[in-house]
């Protein structure tokens, strides 16, 4: 994304509160890729206009996203999902700190794993937010599909990835294979025949797939 339009956009958001802040300078000291603020406020924005009764997030990592979406709506619950130990204990932390531990159920483990046992329990959701694993989206998203009601929404990040998803070539090494992943997973979302997908160049890309 190009840096300047970043930069307006970031300024055009409304002031956030402290603990906001506080959320994203531990994930920057961490490393811990949360959501940049731009696309967070965009993804509230759908949690508002959408009014999930229940959300199920993939990727947890220390609370910020699902504490970010309970703000936006603060009637709904979320079930989220994390398999990073560390990362899972600081959620908790967090999430008892601010006193969501009523509407925020946070689970610790493979998403698959517990997906699976999800969907044989009939869970179903309103909201299914995608932004753990890049190279297991495909996957991820076919298990959302079963545990999505009627009309649903299913929201993946990361989907442009830093622009190498338009750019292929330009993609360092390291990324090639994830990034190869990433196109696939954007040709199976918007060619998908029960849903409708934008892709968003919002953040690092994010793609919303309303079910028919
Ligand atoms: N949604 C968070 C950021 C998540 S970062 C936010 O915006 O605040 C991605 C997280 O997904 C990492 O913490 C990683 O440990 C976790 N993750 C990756 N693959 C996973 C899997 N298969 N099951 C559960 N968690 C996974
Ligand atoms: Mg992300």
Redo the contacts with the bound molecule.
Sequence with gaps: MEESLTDYLRHSLPVQNNWVSELEQQ?AIDH????EPVS?HFMMLQVKLKQPQRIL??????????LRMLEAHPDTTIVT????EQ?YQQAVTNIKHAEKQEQINLMY????DIMNELITDKEKFDLI?I???KG?YKYFFELAHQLLTKNGLIIS?NVLFRGYVANPDTTPKKYKKMVEKLIAYNEFLTTHPDFITTIVPIGDGVAISLKR
């Design positions: 994930a811990v890729p949360i959501m967070m997030e993939i990727g947890t990592a220390i609370g910020y996203s699902a999902i994390e398999r990073d990362r483990g493979d998403a698959k937010f932004d753990a694993a297991q990040d």
